[in-house]
């Protein structure tokens, strides 16, 4: 039987680590101007896909990445890379420039920037390698992998109320907070890489 403080503790590390309530505003930031059911089906498919993703780490990470010779920390500072082109993109209104030029062309970052690296990131990857690894039954993994699957619901869940949110806000005030988030997210990216080159003992 699977203790109930095991459950919990991949409750927390995972909702801590994927952060689906400050994932929030990032995915307001991330599909601004779009229609209500586009952003129903960005949010879905970006769950879907992060769900996919971390439960292929969950059983097989650790072996594929051995595998293929690369890393965790080289996993790390390549999202935080990325994770910083789209920061760029937040802080100087690229996105913006580029519907201009694409006129009839809806933007969609459901598989990148949302579902990797912002919810199925490498420290969500890690983590669920880290928590099945500590399971010694096909029973706990399953159970980690169901907790990983609550975790991304309540992240769906709090972004279909980002159209009310937005509206709440309005076009000022979402501008504002993309600059703001889109700073954020630079940080966040940043602190990907340091992680990355402490963990390969860069630094």
Same mark, same amino acid.
């Given at each position: 039987? *699977?203790?109930?403080?095991?459950?919990?503790? +991949?409750?927390?590390t995972l909702f801590v680590v994927i952060d689906p309530i400050g994932l929030t505003p990032l995915?307001? %930031?991330?599909? #601004?101007? &779009?229609?209500?059911?586009?952003? #129903?089906?960005?949010?879905? #498919?970006?769950?879907?896909?992060?769900?996919?993703?971390?439960?292929? =780490?969950?059983?097989?990470?650790?072996? !594929?990445?051995?595998?293929?010779?690369?890393?965790?920390? +080289? =996993?790390? !500072?390549?999202?935080? !890379?990325?994770?910083?082109?789209?920061?760029?993109?937040?802080?100087?209104? /690229? #996105?913006?420039?580029? /519907?201009?030029?694409?006129?009839?062309?809806?933007?969609?970052? &459901?598989?990148?920037?949302? +579902?990797?690296?912002? *919810?199925?990131?490498?420290?969500?990857?890690? &983590?669920?390698?880290?928590?099945?690894?500590?399971?010694? &039954?096909?029973?706990?993994?399953? %159970?980690?992998?169901?907790?990983?699957?609550?975790?991304? +619901? !309540? %992240? =769906?869940?709090? =972004?279909?109320?980002?159209?009310?949110?937005?509206?709440?806000?309005?076009?000022?005030?979402?501008?504002?907070?993309?600059?703001?988030?889109?700073?954020l997210l630079a940080a966040l990216s940043v602190q990907f890489v340091l992680n990355g080159a402490q963990g390969?003992? *860069? *630094?």
């Open positions: 039987m *699977i203790e109930t403080a095991v459950l919990v503790s +991949a409750f927390v995915f307001i %930031a991330l599909t #601004r101007g &779009s229609t209500p059911a586009h952003r #129903r089906m960005v949010g879905l #498919r970006a769950c879907l896909i992060a769900a996919v993703l971390l439960t292929a =780490f969950g059983l097989v990470g650790e072996t !594929i990445l051995t595998a293929i010779g690369i890393t965790m920390p +080289a =996993f790390q !500072i390549a999202g935080g !890379i990325l994770l910083f082109l789209t920061a760029l993109d937040m802080l100087f209104e /690229r #996105r913006t420039q580029r /519907r201009a030029g694409h006129a009839g062309v809806v933007p969609d970052p &459901s598989v990148f920037p949302l +579902a990797m690296p912002l *919810i199925a990131g490498p420290g969500a990857m890690a &983590s669920m390698i880290l928590l099945v690894g500590e399971t010694t &039954s096909w029973g706990g993994v399953l %159970a980690v992998h169901l907790v990983m699957l609550a975790v991304l +619901a !309540i %992240a =769906f869940a709090l =972004f279909l109320v980002a159209t009310p949110l937005e509206r709440a806000l309005g076009p000022t005030g979402t501008m504002v907070v993309t600059r703001l988030l889109g700073m390969a003992g *860069i *630094i």
